[in-house]
Each structure stands twice: as structure tokens, then as C-alpha cells.
């Protein structure tokens, strides 16, 4: 299943060999118009994304979408790359390759694609240019390798500025959006308003400078324990992200935390208490009032109740259901437990060894599974019933016996309308008869 990331600079087959959950668009070119409808609107959208450690492909040439207001489970056993993922699209990693878009916007973009093309595309013309006697057509061709060269380092040059500027661009378009906001009222306000106006005007300035796009993409960690500051009260530890943007009122502060407090079940008594006085089901719910307060439109949730105990787990998903539907909110769920986020997900990505190798909507990656993979962890679900338990049959899955990719090399090809697998054209055929 080797694939590299090469595929970013070229455009992508589309139909039956499109990308994973819609085309896929050729690096460093600006993005389609989405869908008018507010359902239809792509909040996040991943191209072609690589995440490399050295020699390690954690993540390699991986594409999908998600629309606004959905929830996408991304699954797979430990280690297959889904964390770093979602890693990688809230930038707590540079990318290696691949771009990341969210509200049409870039904010994350790799150069290795591009810097690989430079040097194939030095090869490639090195062998012609030898193979040619004639000294015109060997300008010719050499004209040709700096037009492709001269192409790829400002495909870099953007990927670079886009990678550092994104944020402060954001900050820029938000502060001219105040200034259009109180240029009128200031310049109409009478005098007894216009000190209480310029005080608010400032304020607001102030968080417009301080605010990044980022920060609209909050994470809920896998653990509670570790991703809470001991040294910090719940009130500090919920409210360092609004102080971080600039917020000064300390009343605003007390009232924000108040509220998410209550919103995920806790008491307003708790916000003066340290994290080891709770439980993990507790810590969790404060991890994710650290996340809510923030306002933000997406949320990562990676692997939220796996370090939970399962009666607690049900309570935890189902707060970030009310939650998403009461504040509109998109998800991406990472999980390893296939029942948890079939109840959850609208649709769901399965990763295999840092690729996608299947996506497609809830019920019908269970109904139509179709790549080995994602039969194998299906058949690995338990189920409260003895007598089913007793005759269950674990499909074990051997990719070397599975799958012959030394001639026809796999990819992502839809099989139907919103269903995914990384296959080649036997496999794709092999497929299509199954559903049939």
C-alpha cells in the first residue's frame, strides 16, 4: 500500500477514482465554492496530508472532508496515525505534506510534494537532455525544467507564507470588521455615549488582534488527567484561553465559566477546586468546558471516554451530543471502539498503517463493509450476548495475503455514491460485484 505524496501536485482523478469524501484539488490552488446550504458547507477540508518522523509515515497521503454541523469518526487500532491527524490539523504539527483548509481557508501546508517534484522533474529532464544532440532542443528542454522548477518554489513560497500568516491575516480581517462595526457610531454618538463607545471599541480591538483562526478548532484530549494543569484551579484553567485572547472583565471571565460549568454538568462550587479532587468522567467534563468556552466551530474530540469507565462513557457522549446540537457544533471523533462511534458519527474514516482505507456514511460501513481491514475490526466488536459471543468469528487480516499491488497500484475509488476504498481496479470490480 505504498503511496507517496507526490499526488498533491497533480490533479486528482475524480468519479470513481476521486478522493475521500469528495475531488480532491491540486496543491497551492485555491478551493472550489462549496454548496449554498448551510448542511452542505465544507467547514475542513484535507488534502492529500502527510505527517512524517523521519523514516515514520504516521500518517501518509490521507483525504477526506467534513461539512458543518457533522460528526466524523475516524477509527483504526493504535498507532495507525488518527491522533496525529487530528494533530496535524490543529497545528500542533508542522505537516509535511498536504493541505489543510478550514472555512476555505489555508492553514496548513506542507513542501515536501513540491520539493519532491523538483528533483524528479531534475532527473526526468537530465535523462532527456542527454538523449538529445540537437543543442536547440536541448534549450528547449532546459527552458522547460526551470519553467517546472521556477512553478514548484513558489507553490513552496505560498505553502510557507500561508503555514505563518494564516492566523494573523484572520486577526487583520477581524479588526476591520470592528472598525466597520464602530466607525458610524463613534462618529454619530453624542458626546454623553462616546466615552462608553470608545472604551468598548477598545476592547474589542484589542481581542481582535489577539484572536486566530485556529483557535475557532479546540481539542478534548484522550487523557483528562494529563492534559489538565494540576497547579490550576478549574476557574484558571477554563478561562486561560479567554484571558489569552484578551478578555479583561473579570465578571465576563466568572460568568463564561459559570455557564460551561453548568452546561456540562457540573456546579459553580467546582471552579475554586484542583483537578485531582475530581473523578475521571469529572476531569473530562472539565476538558471539554475548557473547549466549549472558546466558542469554537469544530472540535477535535480524540478518543475522549477511552480512559473512562464504561458507565461513565454514555454520560460523556452523550454531553457532546446536547452540546452539538445546542451550539452547532462539527466533530471530529477519534476513537479505536467502532460501537461507540457508530452511535455517534454521520460518517466514519478507517485508517490502516497511516492511510484511509475506507469511508463512508455510518450505516453503511457497517451494513457494506468492504475492505478487509474494516471487516476484520468489525468482527472484533463484542456483543452482550453469550450465545452470539460463543460462536463469533474474528477475521484476522493479512494485508500481504489480501492484497497484490506490484503492478496495480491502489487508490481511493468510490464504489458508490459516498463509499470509499483504497483499492486498485481488481479490487474496485471485486467490490462493485459484492454490493451488487
Known amino acids: 500500500m505504498d503511496n507517496n505524496c507526490n499526488s498533491s501536485n ?33 467547514l475542513l477540508r484535507v488534502e492529500h496530508l502527510c505527517q512524517y518522523f523521519g523514516s515514520t509515515k504516521a500518517v501518509d497521503d490521507v483525504s477526506f472532508d467534513i461539512k458543518k454541523g457533522e460528526v466524523f469518526g475516524l477509527v483504526g487500532e493504535s498507532g495507525c496515525g488518527k491522533t496525529t491527524t487530528g494533530r496535524s490539523i490543529i497545528k500542533l504539527y508542522d505537516i509535511t505534506s498536504g493541505n489543510i483548509y478550514f ?15 523538483i528533483r524528479r522533474a531534475r532527473a526526468e529532464y537530465k535523462e532527456k537532455i542527454q538523449t538529445v544532440t540537437d543543442p536547440a532542443e536541448q534549450e528547449k528542454l532546459r527552458a522547460e525544467l526551470r519553467r517546472t522548477v521556477a512553478e514548484q518554489r513558489a507553490q513552496i513560497k505560498a505553502a510557507r507564507y500561508d503555514q505563518k500568516n494564516c492566523d494573523k491575516e484572520y486577526a487583520q480581517e477581524q479588526q476591520q ?6 466607525a458610524p457610531l463613534l462618529a454619530n454618538a453624542p458626546e454623553s455615549q462616546r466615552a462608553t463607545l470608545q472604551a468598548a471599541y477598545k476592547d474589542e480591538m484589542r481581542k481582535a488582534r489577539k484572536t486566530r483562526l485556529v483557535t475557532k478548532i479546540q481539542m478534548i484530549f484522550q487523557d483528562p488527567s494529563a492534559s489538565l494543569d494540576p497547579r490550576m484551579t478549574v476557574r484558571e484553567i477554563i478561562s486561560e484561553g479567554l484571558i489569552i485572547q484578551g478578555e479583561r472583565n473579570r465578571q465576563v471571565l466568572d460568568g463564561a465559566v459559570y455557564e460551561m460549568l453548568e452546561k456540562v454538568g457540573l456546579v459553580r462550587e467546582h471552579a475554586s477546586r484542583y483537578q485531582h479532587e475530581f473523578s475521571g468522567g469529572q476531569r473530562q467534563r472539565i476538558g471539554i468546558a475548557r473547549a466549549v468556552v472558546m466558542r469554537p466551530e469544530m472540535i477535535i474530540a480524540d478518543e475522549p471516554v477511552s480512559a473512562l469507565d464504561v458507565s461513565i462513557q ?28 457508530k452511535y455517534f458519527s454521520d460518517r466514519i474514516g478507517v485508517m490502516y498503517f497511516g492511510k484511509m482505507v475506507e469511508l463512508a456514511p455510518s450505516d453503511e460501513l457497517f451494513l457494506n463493509p468492504l475492505h478487509p481491514y474494516t471487516r476484520s475490526l468489525l468482527s472484533a466488536i463484542p456483543l452482550p450476548d453469550p450465545e452470539y459471543e460463543k460462536n463469533r468469528k474474528r477475521i484476522e487480516y493479512k494485508p500481504l495475503a489480501e492484497h497484490d499491488y506490484s503492478v496495480d497500484k491502489p487508490s481511493m475509488r468510490e464504489i458508490k455514491p459516498g463509499h470509499f476504498v483504497h483499492c486498485n481496479q481488481a479490487e474496485f470490480e471485486k467490490y462493485q460485484a459484492i454490493l451488487k
Open 177 to 182: 470588521k470592528v472598525q466597520e462595526k464602530y
Open 10 to 42: 497533480r490533479q486528482e482523478e475524480q468519479t470513481s477514482q476521486g478522493g475521500a469524501g469528495a475531488p480532491a484539488y491540486a496543491a497551492g490552488q485555491p478551493t472550489p465554492e462549496t454548496a449554498t446550504t448551510e448542511e452542505d458547507q465544507v
Open 314 to 341: 454514555a454520560q460523556v457522549i452523550n454531553l457532546l451530543n446536547d452540546l452539538r446540537k445546542e451550539l452547532g457544533l462539527t466533530i471530529l471523533f477519534i476513537a479505536h471502539d467502532l460501537s461507540v462511534v
Open 103 to 117: 472555512k476555505g481557508i489555508r492553514i496548513g501546508a506542507g513542501t515536501k510534494s513540491y520539493k519532491d517534484e
